[in-house]
């Protein structure tokens, strides 16, 4: 269980990034946060894996605080959490395998990994997480050479091959077309149902938020506004959130809605 | 008042912006320095009256350069063989030891400061040094021959190889190393498979690029004793062997060129 | 989605071509160290004469004073030589900069300069002073003057026709447009796009070119080199250490602040990023990874211009 204790983030200029967020997250649930640019999406999930370090409260994973981890022991911490980015991080110069197997980098020793001997075991770990999200025929491909759907999938194979206990995803399919989001948000789905990891995935488009938010988080300044399911969610506590009228750059839109064969 | 005369109505003219009075100063200071780096009694007495008065002085040796003793051609082979074997071996020693130290002379894989700096320090402390003065104090150490020359270039390799890969670890993406992070890798790892990827066909480039540099180094540290085809060239220059010395110059150019050629090539296969 | 099964699994591609490379690497390396003639036990030697000599120039007698006189005249001298050099050199590789542009003058006229540079290019200075201008103008700085100045005119000429070839032919052709003759078109089209890069390119061959000066009394034409040549042959530490140490701290301060106007100038253009430093020398266009570097493809490639 993910536990946020009045956690708060204030940056060196003396911007509130995050102020008093109390939060709990159960094991396997899927849960969407919502809320503009800048209202502390970005900054919440980086706390859980102490990308961003607390500057009051704490987040407890399995109530070990990540605040006061060790180096050591705060690198034990991410290698049970996996994190999928807006702009997928993918080493573009090699391999779609290589980029997969940076997910197996904590449990290859330091003199393994830099020369590049991974374990059998690993590399089948890497293989399988591939399998899962379908493109393991492009395994020895250039990571540039693929489409950003593609490299999207490569990102969460990399995640997944941490065989973690959470999933983070900031802003997964910002970069990516109406069909192509739909198709990764559906593998998240998929993840968090069939492997029961918890899901943490920050969205900027309420339609889908609202499709696939079990549970859904609005911030607003660095403030938890709202927590509900996504059906209770509706045109007013988006406005809430907001805090201004919907427009249409809010919303995905029909283009992409309901079910897409494509990917 | 109607449209037009609204449109019409004149504004002030702008005041043409003073100028700093900077600029009109460093040039004048410019000028000033120049003057007296030319002059005679506080420079170097620079006059092209001279030069051009003493053009022909120099005639009856250099026109034995264009007429080159390809007979002198063999005598060359060796000292330039030497020349390329030292061109090599530091440039694999040298380049090999920059590339970690490239990373300690990052921000972006370093954030020690103080590690930063003092890697940077020493980095310019040993740039400043020309690579003869290196070569001299290392023929002062072990004698003349061509260890004192690898050494030197080493150490000259080093200084070019490491700011240059270094400005390029400063210019890459971020964003994998925050992926590698994410992932709980640590440091090393993250240097390895997030960074050395995108810096390697730059480091590559580089590498060739300080090898070629070397041929032209080590035709110099030679005058000093350091190895190579420079000492060739101290001993036909002092019999004033010019049709020698273009033998031997125009060897260098032909080897650099070719040099420059496969690296070329190399590089654009690398992409 | 369709799930994937075992088999679909892709084969591992060969590696033969790069293995076959770091081979020949590994092979050409070792052919130097095996053939080299080298005494390599003297190597044993390193760490023991080094502190020596160390020992002997800054610690045995103090620092050596009474030298710093000398070295700082000598310095200035050979800082001077850089200076007038790089000027001779600025000056007269700007012409040739625009004749060796493909954008400027045709295709065989800008080629034929372009080799012509890479030719002057590839002679190290002090080969240049030592072979040409000291049999012209006799020993002592003025032939070291010279010989900078030549050697700047083919590298500054080469980097100043890389940038003229990359600027944007949107000026060129208003002027053009406007009636402008050729002179003036390069005048009031071309020279203020590419002036903040290679004055940039000016003020860092001035730097290579004090490291450069500094050595040229080794052969006699000039400045603190013979002087610290002299005092190791004759095995006056305390005075070559002394010597050793003002180069150093002049050559810092000369990058400091020549590093300091460079970025200021490139900086006040507005002009593409880095520090207006050139890479070094040629011609690095690798695939936009690192800064952004104005040089093109090197000496044989007729196409050149940034990659």
């Given at each position: ?263 | ?36 780096a030319a002059?005679e009694?506080?420079g170097i007495g620079f006059d092209i009256g001279e030069l051009i008065g003493n053009f022909t002085r120099g005639f009856p040796f250099l026109a034995d350069f264009w007429?080159p ?61 020309p690579?003869i003065?290196?070569a001299l ?79 032209r180094?080590?035709a110099v540290i030679g005058i000093v004793g350091?190895?190579?085809i420079g000492r060739l060239i101290t001993t036909e220059r002092r019999f004033f062997n010019y049709d020698n010395l273009s033998v031997i110059l125009i060897?260098i ?19 | ?73 000598l310095?200035?001298e050979s800082i001077q030589i850089a200076w007038l050099g790089t000027?001779i050199g ?29 030719a002057i290019r590839a002679i190290p200075e002090i080969i240049v002073a030592a072979i040409v201008f000291i049999p012209m103008v006799g020993l002592g700085p003025y032939a070291g003057t010279l010989a900078i100045g030549v050697h700047s005119i083919g ?54 070119n004090v490291r450069a000066s500094a050595i040229l009394g080794v052969v006699g034409a000039g400045g603190i080199g013979e002087s610290l040549q002299q005092?190791?042959i ?74």
């Amino acid at each position: 269980m993910i536990r946020f204790k009045n956690a708060s983030v204030t940056y060196p200029g003396g911007v509130q990034a995050l102020k008093n967020v109390t939060l709990e997250i159960p094991d396997g649930q899927m849960m969407v946060i919502v809320g503009l640019s800048g209202a502390g999406k970005s900054t919440l999930i980086r706390a859980i894996n102490g990308l961003v370090p607390l500057t009051g409260g704490d987040v407890l994973i399995d109530d070990v605080s990540v605040r006061h981890a060790r180096p050591r022991q705060l690198r034990e911490i991410r290698s049970k959490i996996g994190m999928i980015f807006q702009t997928f991080n993918l080493v573009k110069r090699t391999t779609v395998l290589n980029n997969v197997l940076m997910g197996r980098l904590h449990g290859a020793g330091t003199m393994r990994s830099v020369l590049g001997w991974y374990r059998e075991a690993d590399v089948e770990i890497a293989m399988r997480s591939l399998e899962r999200v379908g493109i393991v025929e492009k395994a020895y491909v250039r990571a540039s050479n693929l489409s950003g759907g593609q490299q999207q999938r490569v990102g969460i194979a990399r995640a997944l091959a941490q065989e973690p206990k959470i999933i983070l995803a900031d802003e997964p399919v910002a970069s990516l077309d109406p069909p192509t989001s739909h198709v990764v948000m559906r593998d998240l789905q998929r993840i968090n149902t069939e492997l029961n990891m918890t899901t943490i995935i920050n969205l900027h488009f309420l339609d889908l938020a609202k499709v696939y938010g079990e549970r859904i988080i609005g911030m607003r300044a660095g403030e938890l506004v709202y927590d509900g399911t996504g059906a209770k969610a509706d045109e007013n506590v988006f406005r809430d959130i907001y805090g201004r009228s919907l427009t249409a750059d809010d919303l995905m839109g029909e283009a992409g809605a309901a079910a897409s064969t494509t990917g | 008042m109607t449209a037009d005369q609204v449109a019409r109505t004149p504004t002030a003219r702008p005041t043409k912006p003073a100028r700093s009075p900077w600029v009109p100063l460093s040039l004048l200071i410019f000028l000033g320095l120049t003057w007296a780096a030319a002059s005679e009694e506080l420079g170097i007495g620079f006059d092209i009256g001279e030069l051009i008065g003493n053009f022909t002085r120099g005639f009856p040796f250099l026109a034995d350069f264009w007429s080159p003793n390809w007979a002198f051609l063999p005598q060359t082979y060796e000292p330039m063989l030497e020349t390329l074997r030292m061109s090599i071996i530091a440039a694999a020693i040298g380049c090999s030891v920059a590339l970690p130290i490239s990373f300690l002379a990052s921000r972006v894989t370093t954030p020690n400061l103080a590690v930063y700096l003092a890697d940077r320090g020493i980095l310019n402390v040993v740039r400043a040094i020309p690579d003869i003065l290196y070569a001299l104090i290392f023929v002062a150490a072990l004698g003349i021959g061509a260890l004192p020359g690898i050494l030197a270039l080493v150490l000259f390799n080093i200084g070019v190889v490491v700011k240059l890969l270094s400005e390029t670890v400063d210019g890459v993406d971020p964003g994998p190393i925050e992926a590698a992070n994410a992932a709980g890798g640590n440091r090393t790892q993250a240097v390895r498979w997030a960074v050395l990827p995108q810096v390697l066909p730059n480091y590559v480039a580089y590498s060739l690029y300080v090898f070629e540099l070397n041929i032209r180094a080590s035709a110099v540290i030679g005058i000093v004793g350091a190895g190579g085809i420079g000492r060739l060239i101290t001993t036909e220059r002092r019999f004033f062997n010019y049709d020698n010395l273009s033998v031997i110059l125009i060897e260098i150019f032909v080897f650099v060129f070719l040099i420059e050629l496969i690296s070329i090539s190399l590089r654009r296969r690398l992409v | 989605m369709t799930a994937a099964t075992a088999d679909a699994r892709p084969t591992r591609p060969s590696r033969a071509k790069r293995n076959l490379a770091l081979l020949g690497t590994a092979l050409l390396v070792g052919w130097a160290v095996f053939t080299i003639d080298v005494e390599i036990e003297r190597l044993a030697d390193l760490p023991g004469g080094l502190a020596l000599i160390f020992h002997n120039m800054f610690i045995e007698d103090g620092l050596d004073w009474s030298s710093l006189g000398d070295g700082l005249l000598l310095m200035l001298e050979s800082i001077q030589i850089a200076w007038l050099g790089t000027i001779i050199g600025a000056i007269l590789s700007l012409p040739l900069g625009f004749f060796g542009a493909k954008n400027i003058t045709s295709g065989t006229v800008s080629n034929i300069v372009r080799q012509v540079l890479n030719a002057i290019r590839a002679i190290p200075e002090i080969i240049v002073a030592a072979i040409v201008f000291i049999p012209m103008v006799g020993l002592g700085p003025y032939a070291g003057t010279l010989a900078i100045g030549v050697h700047s005119i083919g590298t500054l000429g080469k980097l100043s026709a890389e940038v003229i070839e990359g600027i944007d032919p949107g000026p060129v052709e208003a002027a053009r447009a406007a009636g402008g003759r050729s002179l003036q078109v390069q005048r009031w089209g071309v020279l203020p796009q590419v002036m903040p890069e290679i004055i940039a390119f000016w003020l860092y061959r001035f730097e290579i070119n004090v490291r450069a000066s500094a050595i040229l009394g080794v052969v006699g034409a000039g400045g603190i080199g013979e002087s610290l040549q002299q005092a190791l042959i004759f095995g006056r530490y305390p005075r070559a250490g002394m010597l050793i140490l003002v180069v150093i701290v002049a050559t810092i301060l000369v990058d400091v602040v020549s590093g300091w106007a460079r970025r200021r100038i490139i900086e006040g253009s507005g002009a593409k990023g880095g520090s207006g430093e050139p890479i070094e020398e040629p011609d690095f266009a690798v695939a936009g990874a690192g800064k952004a570097d104005t040089t093109g493809i090197g000496a044989a490639d007729g196409d050149g211009g940034p990659a």
